[in-house]
């Protein structure tokens, strides 16, 4: 659907600039309370790399375009530091002074393993299904586009974890 609207934009005929926002480090924060109490991380992604940014350095992007100049008919591709969801588990234990463990399972166990936590089938299969595209590297920002616009590099996983409460 982001591919369609992207392309009726620029068919459109009107200014645009689209922001391609990788993926957030809160995607893997936010039920950060599980992964302590499992001591693991669980996914479909292999060793495929994606790049994380949190929503305020995103957000910061948006205010460089719309407050600056020279980005009229531009798409920018964003995304921050790349990572392999077994390196985030070792930047989460380092953190929590715990040992987290990431644990990779094929797409359909990863999509029951979610529906088996209370998630809706479907969006078990989305989420299942998004981790197998990381395992193809197509989470994997290489632009630079973000470090450009904020003018300095995206806040790392380190440093956004260095501001929530330890466990």
Same mark, same amino acid.
């Given at each position: 659907? $982001?591919?369609?609207?992207?392309?009726?934009? !620029?068919?459109?005929? !009107?200014?645009?600039?689209?922001?391609?926002?990788?993926?957030?480090?809160?995607?893997?924060?936010? $039920?950060?309370?599980?992964?302590?109490?499992?001591?693991?991380?669980?996914?479909?992604?292999?060793?495929?790399?994606?790049?994380?940014?949190?929503?305020?350095?995103?957000?910061?992007?948006?205010?460089?375009?719309? #407050?600056?100049?020279? $980005?009229?008919?531009? #798409?920018? #591709?964003?995304?921050?530091?790349?990572?392999?969801?077994?390196?985030?588990?070792?930047?989460?234990?380092?953190? =929590?002074?715990?040992?987290?463990?990431?644990?990779?399972?094929?797409?359909?166990?990863?999509?029951?393993?979610?529906?088996?936590?209370?998630?809706?089938?479907?969006?078990? =299969? !989305?989420?299942?299904?998004?981790?197998?595209?990381?395992?193809?590297?197509?989470?994997?920002?290489?632009?630079?586009?973000?470090?450009?616009?904020?003018?300095?590099?995206?806040?790392?996983?380190?440093?956004?974890?260095?501001?929530?409460?330890?466990?």
């Amino acid at each position: 659907e $982001h591919k369609g609207t992207e392309q009726a934009l !620029v068919a459109s005929g !009107v200014p645009y600039v689209i922001l391609r926002n990788g993926w957030y480090i809160e995607n893997y924060t936010q $039920h950060l309370d599980t992964t302590l109490k499992l001591k693991s991380m669980f996914g479909a992604a292999n060793d495929g790399k994606v790049s994380l940014a949190p929503r305020a350095d995103y957000a910061s992007a948006a205010v460089a375009v719309l #407050t600056g100049s020279g $980005h009229e008919n531009k #798409t920018y #591709t964003l995304g921050g530091e790349s990572l392999t969801l077994a390196q985030l588990a070792e930047k989460f234990s380092r953190w =929590a002074g715990l040992p987290i463990t990431y644990v990779n399972l094929p797409e359909a166990d990863f999509a029951a393993a979610l529906k088996q936590a209370g998630l809706p089938e479907a969006m078990a =299969a !989305v989420f299942a299904n998004v981790d197998a595209h990381l395992a193809k590297g197509e989470l994997e920002v290489k632009t630079g586009d973000l470090e450009r616009l904020l003018g300095r590099k995206p806040v790392s996983v380190e440093a956004f974890l260095s501001t929530l409460p330890k466990p």
